[in-house]
């Protein structure tokens, strides 16, 4: 379905010595140094895949999808998509997919929303029946009725967020580019746009490319992971992959009543952890540590901790996939 | 043909609302322009006062009154923000929204910007044509209203805003290369309204300059559909000037696409 081959992208950055002189100086002679935003990225989706595509900021995601989508051209390298190349032939690449930028609107700013959705219909065009369903559709999953008549600049970031993806989703398209389609939302909203995502990829079996910085979008949403730091692709697979590979963490919490727990249990020395492996948060009476079960396996933790001091209370989960992308947004291709 | 025009068509009528949403902004916008064309009446009146003669290279002063309503006119129906909302999308990286819908980039604007624009070509161009009739009859006794000479101004019109739409177009582009076009803008606007006679006729200027005035574009935007509609140019020399209008509206036409096809490989999407 999509194939992306040794994508590169570099940009021409003009770069200006601090201050007034700097900026007088650049005017005459400007200094410009070449930024290589994305460095030979290679990934391949299947059909009906709903991809988490993620990366600390400036990772280069962005510019990946605006490649994809065919508003970048490559520097080098190619990306093949529903076996059409975006940039050889754009209008008629873009008809078969939708997308949304979080961080912009594709809806008609000034004019109420339904009057959006009818000139795409005629952009796409879309026949009259198969858009009435497919309105109807989207308002059940999107719920849009509410404020289908008011003027676009007069709805609030999640009403607009849910709009813009019905506007993605009018023509049916088989690949969907989300970049960042939850930023700055509440758990209500986002947890309604989760829901239409995996109901449309489920009934339509729409290809999905996600950018998030919200790690459950991933949990929740994606089959597959890619990460990439600092334009090159770091991690390619599943989360349990992700898990088994990096993530051999576990997450222990437990209520006491001895004063002090951190200092009487003293894990770090103990097991000999190094600085990576143990993170130990203390408030009050909870503690809250997670460690690298491949060094200490979590019976001879739990059995050292009930041991030592008294527990009311106890509990024992797998890493949050957020501590294992922490550590990789950290330690990048180190780990 | 018909299925563009169905795709483009709601670009218009979304154009049109828009307008209606900023009512008061468009009749400030009205004022302003006629404001400007008053203070050009009375610095003419004071030019021909202190002048001494009736004519002045061929322009009597009902003539160039009547040259200053038209001129008013003619620059509120060809006016194209193009360069300005290029640059601006350019700059902010909005442009991409438009990139990823299977639309023509120049086209989504031009039908955009017709429909922002036919609210207030309505509403001025019947009461100004109006008002240049009565002038002319009033100063001159008799009345000079010609159907032919309206209708081949609507037409030199027309082609006169494709001509500064799609050179508008052109000159945003240049937002590709230096980000930022407000100054770049202003000079451009100056040396056209001295250029394409908003400013003084081109028939007030020496005739080495006139002559080279009159085949640059800028001459065909106004003094072209003008001179037409003063019934200045006839025969052979109406037909030259139709001509060059259409030669240069599709210089540009061409010229837009062909900076487009360049300028797209060198867009870096700024933000976000």
């Not at chain 1, 988490?52 to 190619?78: D, Q, R």
């Not at chain 1, 088994?244 to 952890?273: A, C, M, W």
């Not at chain 2, 322009?33 to 322009?59: E, H, Q, R």
């Amino acid at each position: 379905m999509i194939y992306v081959d040794k994508l590169r992208k570099e940009f021409k950055k003009t770069i200006k010595d601090p201050g007034l002189k700097g900026s007088i100086k650049s005017i005459f002679k400007p200094k410009t140094i070449k930024v290589i935003a994305v460095k030979d990225i290679s990934f391949e989706v299947a059909e009906g895949e709903i991809l988490g595509f993620i990366g600390p900021n400036g990772a280069g995601k962005s510019t990946v999808i605006k490649m994809l989508t065919g508003i970048l051209t490559p520097t080098s390298g190619s990306c093949t998509i529903n076996g059409k190349n975006p940039t050889e032939n754009r209008r008629n690449y873009v008809r078969e997919i939708g997308v949304v930028f979080g961080q912009r609107t594709q809806l008609w700013w000034d004019l109420p929303l339904r009057e959006t959705y009818s000139v795409l219909k005629e952009i796409y065009e879309v026949p009259d029946d198969s858009y009435k369903k497919r309105m109807a559709f989207l308002n059940e999953v999107l719920d849009l009725d509410s404020f289908i008549s008011s003027p676009v600049r007069t709805l609030s970031l999640g009403q607009r967020m849910r709009a813009d993806i019905a506007a993605s989703l009018l023509h049916s398209p088989k690949v969907l580019f989300l970049d960042e389609p939850t930023i700055g939302l509440d758990v209500v909203v986002k947890d309604n746009i989760r829901r239409a995502i995996e109901y449309i990829n489920n009934q339509e079996k729409t290809t999905v490319i996600l950018t998030t910085h919200d790690l459950e979008d991933i949990e929740l949403l994606a089959n597959r992971i890619v990460m990439i730091d600092k334009g090159t692709n770091v991690f390619d697979g599943s989360i349990s992959e992700l898990k088994t590979k990096y993530g051999q963490f576990r997450e222990l919490y437990f209520e006491t009543d001895s004063p002090n727990p951190v200092n009487i249990l003293n894990y770090e020395n103990h097991f000999n952890f190094k600085p990576d492996e143990l993170n130990i948060k203390a408030e009050g009476k909870t503690v809250k540590l997670s460690f690298n079960s491949s060094i200490v396996p979590v019976s001879d933790m739990l059995s050292y901790t009930l041991g030592k001091i008294n527990v009311s209370d106890i509990s024992v989960k797998d890493a949050d996939i957020e501590v294992i992308i922490r550590r990789m947004y950290k330690h990048g291709e180190n780990l | 043909m018909k299925r563009k025009l169905k795709i483009y068509l709601p670009f218009i009528n979304a154009g049109i609302q828009e307008v209606a949403t900023y009512r008061v902004n468009w009749i400030f916008y009205m004022l302003g322009n006629a404001l400007a064309c008053f203070v050009s009446y009375f610095i003419w009146k004071a030019v021909y006062s202190s002048g001494g003669t009736d004519t002045m290279n061929g322009f009597t002063m009902s003539q160039m009154v009547v040259y200053i309503v038209l001129m008013f006119l003619t620059s509120t129906i060809i006016a194209s923000d193009g360069a300005w909302v290029v640059g601006e999308e350019i700059r902010d990286g909005s442009i991409a929204m438009r990139l990823i819908k299977p639309v023509s980039y120049n086209a989504t604007f031009l039908f955009q910007e017709l429909g922002n624009k036919l609210p207030t070509e309505f509403a001025l161009a019947i009461p100004m044509i109006f008002a240049v009739e009565v002038i002319r009859t009033t100063m001159s006794g008799e009345i000079q209203f010609s159907i032919l000479g309206l209708l081949l101004y609507i037409l030199s019109c027309i082609i006169a805003y494709l001509i500064n739409f799609y050179f508008n177009i052109c000159f945003g582009f240049i937002a590709f290369a230096i980000k930022y076009l407000w100054g770049a803008n202003m000079m451009k606007n100056c040396i056209i309204g001295f250029l394409s006679g908003t400013v003084i006729p081109l028939a007030f200027l020496p005739d080495a300059l006139e002559k080279l005035f009159l085949f640059l574009p800028f001459a065909s935007l106004n003094y072209t559909p003008i001179m037409i509609y003063m019934g200045k140019y006839t025969g052979t020399e109406l037909l030259y000037y139709l001509g060059l209008q259409i030669f240069w509206a599709f210089f540009f036409f061409a010229l837009s696409k062909a900076l487009w096809k360049a300028a797209v490989k060198r867009l870096s999407v700024q933000g976000g």
